[in-house]
């Protein structure tokens, strides 16, 4: 068990009507505020205009930058450094899903620096030594990225899309009120309680042995999703569906669950070369690899890890052999986010090409092999990538 | 479901060998440190060595004030008030267990007012709107003062044993090392765990509906305790046992598994009463009182708290009547507090009289009933007391 650091200073308003206190908290860090949103949703639910009003009375100056990406891109981070330096931007105040929180985050660490946004980025990665303040209000549960750290940012020219985590990027307050994911389709509801559940996974399959509070609220979570998530789907204004996902989002990956835990992520990785070629959903990306990913890594040594996760969280019958469980767990998953979820199911389905598998698969491993569950070297990450075609 | 505000930054260094890192943050309040302790123990541990040292080493002005009661008087948080004015303290640190903390959290608050500390409590309370910065080492796990707001405080002269929360008393930095829990006798760790386990029932058992996420939490708590109370009460040195413990407590009181419930609890008012009188051990009246006080209130309209206890904790056969595995609950609570873990079972073991139990009932409910899981009057709270016997 290793030693860990918790800090996760972020104030939270969660539930409804709590913006009335946005302009009490927005004014705590300055007067010119620069509002980051993506495209035109936040104006279909009525939240844009609600926003405003409570900038203006406030008597806060509000500046405006609009269309960031899914998968956002160094551009629109480019955009907005722009707009910070030249207006002299006080606090960010990001509104939407994961997209427009992550590119926020180093729109305000690049407000603080000379150099281009991009070399945040990489191998040489310059440091992030402080950013603007941030605060959001989250519209999508899926990434956490309104209780966390870090971002992905996606840079076309070069083709990657990278991750990078900084405790001065940590957004000092979030609203998170369940009703303003209503309006969240279908789809990408199954897609964010995909990304939540990996959020969680990524954790709890870990050779490193750790707390077992943590291993038990981890399986909390997971079952809190498997609950709900098919609730949400079916139901999209069921407020108790929507509360559990938002809260659970942001548990899943805010650091709490880690606790000592030192090992690499090995989905996300695997993922971001699939979105950063093809621009798919994050979250649906993940869900067609973490089942393959499980098969390829179960045996003899890993198998116990699965045996906790299928009975604690699917339920199943803990007098069964040990590998049974464990291939039981990996059908359950599957039939969860393929049957009841409806997500789709192979990378051929998406047009994603076996061609592309063994440069996407050296990209994953850029930095080495992936050190996570098991040690996963480029060769192992194709041989994953093709057993889900 | 409630709305609610989250807010705990408190940041923790967790594990063995942190107090490197004690200078650094002391240094960021100030210059001039008070530190806070009960008896010999800490010297006993080594621990008074250790921190003196990186005190001195960090160049800091060191201030002393010892012999914190357990059950803190409001005598000694008024010595604390008096060393703060007198010396300009900036930062107070706390060693010791919950005891220490909330006496000191109250010397912190004290030192920013003119009026007497005992004016923080009671009906016509004076508000607490600044404290020094308090920095925490935690010696015991089970009251979570390390990572809440609150405090209890005993005042002999009245008869009164009273709490208060007020974010300004937050500890900005806890240290917590499951080793300095070693030294811990079995029977202090064992009303440690009914604390701990008390902390997280008087929410459970609770008639506001709120978020699924948090009540499957804190079955994952309460199942730590229940798996590793028994290994640190039978093996003092399991640090996998006393790090389980140590970060339940901490999670067990700290605000997260509340959510929007915002029913009272019920046996922390009444054990007040017991520990305000006879000076017995909080978590030994605890353990006491909490298995009569589901007896008392369990019903058709209460029971199925009682289920999802009894099936999630204790895992008994789901498949029986909810009446049955309510009752099953119950016996199997008691029997972990005075078989497994080894306390006193009743409170006349403990020279407590029934001739007391009206006067205390009467205290118990000096703001009214208790309005918790099911209301108490303060005839009710006399039932439960003679429950006890």
Sequence with gaps: MNNFIYDIPVKVYFGENQLSNLGTELKRY?????LTYGGGSIK???LYDKVVEEIRSAGLDLFELSGIEPNPRIESVRAGVDICKQQGIDVLLAVGGGSTIDA???????ACVEHDAWEFFG???????????????????ATGSEMDAGGVISNLATGDKLGRMAQPM????????????????KYQTACGAADIMSHIMEVYFNTNKDLFLLDSCMEAMLKTVVKFAPIAVRDPENYEARANLMWTSSWAINGF???GRRKAWSCHPMEHELSA?????????????????MGYCLDETTVDRYVSFGTNVFGIDASLEPMAIARESIKRLSEFFFDTLGLQRTLSELGIKREDFALMARKACRYGDINGFKRLT???VERIYEMCL
């Design 257 to 259: 669950i880690n606790g």
């Design 170 to 185: 940590l957004p000092k307050v979030s609203f998170l009120d369940p009703t303003l994911t209503y309006s969240v389709s």
């Design 277 to 293: 070629l093809y621009d798919i959903t994050h979250g649906l990306g993940l869900a067609i690899l973490t089942p393959r990913w």
């Design 378 to 380: 480029a060769e192992d």
């Design 44 to 46: 279909r639910i009525g």
């Design 104 to 110: 926020t985050k180093f729109m305000a660490a690049g």
């Design 30 to 34: 300055g007067q010119r505020v620069l």
């Design 123 to 141: 191998a040489d990665a310059k440091p992030i030594e402080r950013a603007l303040p941030i605060v959001t209000i989250l519209t999508l549960s």
